[in-house]
């Protein structure tokens, strides 16, 4: 049996820390693949074309053969639950262990998702905790226990475990907000986001003005 872990986001735009993270857990569980899965329209976000989003995507993923681009969600209307894009990869991928990458603060709302006591029993989960919230490690341990404890209410059994990551103080958002033409740091220079991204996706946001004023 193959072992695949689902990586879904808004990757607006996708950063070296998501990549980090993903790299880890291709090695942490031995996985054969990640497969990469880009919301289509991100509730409660407005977020840079899909299209655009995609193609950094598949400039940052190209060099490693492992990770995968899925335009899954292009297939449905409306709404799109993440139980919906198991199910429908799980079409294409039969016989496989799944695994689902989600950051911490993401993995603490769950219990609430749409089927998602249902969801949590048929793919083993693997938390990346996060900088930005100014958790430590026993403290990650102990909101996924909080998890844990809310399903089991809901009847439902869960399988985790934490990604030994260093901890990397970027984000989609800070990225943005460096991008954008009033943000200039103290020598009134616009803020540089080399090395926040690949090169290859630095060069895409550059070249099609994304996240500046003149985009919106």
Partial sequence: MQQLAIFGGTFDPIHWGHLLVAETALHQVC???????????????????????????QLAIKDNPAFTVSLVETNRSGTSYAIN??????ACY??????????LDTFQTLPLWHRGHELAQMCDWL?????????????????????????????????????????VGVSSSLIRKFC???????KG????????????VRSYITN???????SE
Avoid at 189 to 200: A, D, G, M, T
Wanted: aromatic letters at 8%; a neutral charge; hydrophobic letters at 35%.
């Fill in 85 to 90: 894009t198991l199910i429908d990869l799980s």
């Fill in 127 to 167: 938390i990346a905790p996060r900088l930005l919230g100014g958790e430590t490690i026993t403290q990650s341990k102990l909101i996924c226990k909080q998890v844990e404890q809310q399903l089991r209410e809901q009847s439902s059994t869960i399988h985790w475990q934490l990604l030994n990551i260093p901890l």
């Fill in 180 to 186: 954008r033409d009033n943000f200039v740091n103290p």
């Fill in 208 to 214: 099609n003005n994304l996240y500046s004023h003149k």
């Fill in 31 to 57: 996985l054969e693949k990640v497969i990469w899965v880009p919301s289509l329209n991100p509730p409660h976000k407005e977020a840079a074309l899909f299209e655009h989003r995609v193609q950094m995507l």
């Fill in 94 to 103: 039969p016989n496989t262990q799944w695994y689902w990458i989600v950051g």
């Fill in 189 to 200: 220079e616009r803020q540089s986001i080399r090395y926040l991204v690949p090169e290859s």
